[in-house]
Nanobody, 124 residues
Framework: QVTLVESGGGLVQAGGSLRLSCAAS????????MGWFRQAPGKEREFVAA????????YYADSVKGRFTVSRDNTKNTVYLQMNSLKPEDTAVYYC?????????????????WGQGTQVTVSS
């Protein structure tokens, strides 16, 4: 079992920045890919970014490319999402997820473990 706890969400003005963190505990050696997803009210949960175990593969949704950066520190079992140039349409609950396989890292169903989510609100 792997437990994920997100932090760093909050309220920010458009154009601002936030950094989300996700700390993993438990059987972390089984984790390969770490991903970020988000869900806005009334919408499906969508892929944002993902990173493989040693950072050799990184993927972003087109909507966040050039603005968001995903990284991880395996010594701390933590993955980060640096979000810059935030837009009101980035408002959502952001979820961290862990996948033991690192296949199809942008597919929600590939992930076995999920955090509780952290709210990000971008005001215009």
């Amino acid at each position: 079992q792997v437990t994920l706890v997100e932090s760093g969400g909050g309220l920010v003005q458009a154009g601002g920045s936030l950094r989300l963190s996700c700390a993993a505990s438990g059987r972390t050696l089984t984790v390969n890919a770490m991903g970020w997803f988000r869900q806005a009210p009334g919408k499906e949960r969508e892929f944002v970014a993902a990173i493989s175990r040693f950072g050799g593969r990184i993927y972003y949704a087109d909507s966040v490319k050039g603005r968001f950066t995903v990284s991880r520190d395996n010594t701390k079992n933590t993955v980060y999402l640096q979000m810059n140039s935030l837009k009101p349409e980035d408002t959502a609950v952001y979820y961290c997820a862990a996948d033991p396989t690192a296949q199809s890292m942008d597919v929600r169903e590939q992930y076995d473990y999920w955090g509780q989510g952290t709210q990000v609100t971008v005001s215009s």
